[in-house]
């Protein structure tokens, strides 16, 4: 069992920066892959970046690619998601997912989510 809590969050102007914190449990962190997605309003559930259980293997949405950097510190068991150039349509509540072994971008494939980090981004 894994339990996820993020951080971070919070209001923004466009172009400012943000990052995301996730802390979790367990003793075998370092065998998950991470996954930091969002949700606006309206909207279903969208992948953003992930990144693989030793931290080298990192993928995002084209949406976010040159902007947000995924990292992880497993001493620490904390996956980070930091945000900078933020524009207004990144706001969304922000969600990071847990799944064993390797990296998807699919929703579904996840097994354990945190409550999620509210993110406003004003114009």
């Known amino acids: 069992q894994v339990q996820l809590v993020e951080s971070g969050g919070g209001l923004v102007q466009a172009g400012g920066s943000l990052r995301l914190s996730c802390a979790a449990s367990?003793?075998?962190?370092?065998?998950?892959?991470m996954g930091w997605f969002r949700q606006a309003p309206g909207k279903e559930r969208e992948f953003v970046a992930t990144i693989s259980g030793g931290g080298g293997s990192t993928y995002y949405a084209d949406s976010v690619k040159g902007r947000f950097t995924i990292s992880r510190d497993n001493a620490k068991n904390t996956v980070y998601l930091q945000m900078n150039s933020l524009k207004p349509e990144d706001t969304a509540v922000y969600y990071c997912?847990?799944?064993?072994?390797?990296?998807?971008?699919?929703?579904?494939?996840?097994?354990?989510w945190g409550q999620g980090t509210q993110v406003t981004v004003s114009s």
């Open positions: 367990g003793r075998t962190f370092s065998s998950y892959a």
């Open positions: 997912a847990a799944k064993r072994i390797t990296t998807s971008t699919i929703v579904a494939d996840y097994n354990y």
